[in-house]
Structures are given as structure tokens and as C-alpha cells.
């Protein structure tokens, strides 16, 4: 008995399940070290991670939520030390 896969059986959900999880956790953590370092850039990749995590239906949705919410502080974060310093970036 020989098996073939034909191209319109659908593959196997859990390597796409398994990248979105992977996509939440890495919202989350980029999310956390933007709110120190390069938060212009590391801020709006967790938002993107974290939203295409959310998209694709991740297990682990409170971490891409909270990946989402880094992202979005590491923004606040950002304007609120530009206009207190009236520069584009900030250090300690």
C-alpha cells in the first residue's frame, strides 16, 4: 500500500501553532529589553510579533498580549524621555 499526499490535503496545523507560539514569547521578551535598549526599534517589532502571534491563533496569548502592551510602553517610553530631553533618543 503506497501513500502519497495529495496538494489538496492540509498539512499538519501544528508547525504554524508552533510558530506563533514562538512569535509570542518573542514579543514578550523584545517587548522587555526595548523598555532599556533601542526601544524605537524593538518596541514596534514586539507589536508586530505580538499581533501576528494573536493572528495566527497562539496557545500562549496572555504573552503576546503582554508582548503587545512592552511594545506599546516601550513607545510611551520613548516620547516621554524625547520630550523631556528634546532629543530623539535617551540614555541613563
Same mark, same amino acid.
Given at each position: 500500500m503506497q501513500l502519497t %499526499?495529495? %496538494?489538496t490535503d492540509r498539512p499538519d496545523a501544528a508547525p504554524t501553532r508552533r510558530d506563533a507560539d514562538g512569535m509570542a514569547v518573542a514579543s514578550f521578551i523584545l517587548g522587555l529589553v526595548g523598555l532599556l535598549v533601542l526601544n524605537v526599534f524593538l518596541g514596534p517589532i514586539a507589536i508586530i510579533l =505580538?499581533? =501576528?502571534a494573536l493572528w495566527r491563533g497562539t496557545t500562549r496569548r496572555g504573552r503576546a498580549f503582554l508582548g &503587545?502592551? &512592552?511594545g506599546v510602553a516601550d513607545l510611551v517610553v520613548l516620547v516621554a524621555f524625547?520630550? %523631556?530631553d528634546s532629543t530623539i533618543s535617551w540614555s541613563f
Open positions: %499526499a495529495r %496538494a =505580538a499581533t =501576528a &503587545l502592551g &512592552l524625547m520630550q %523631556a
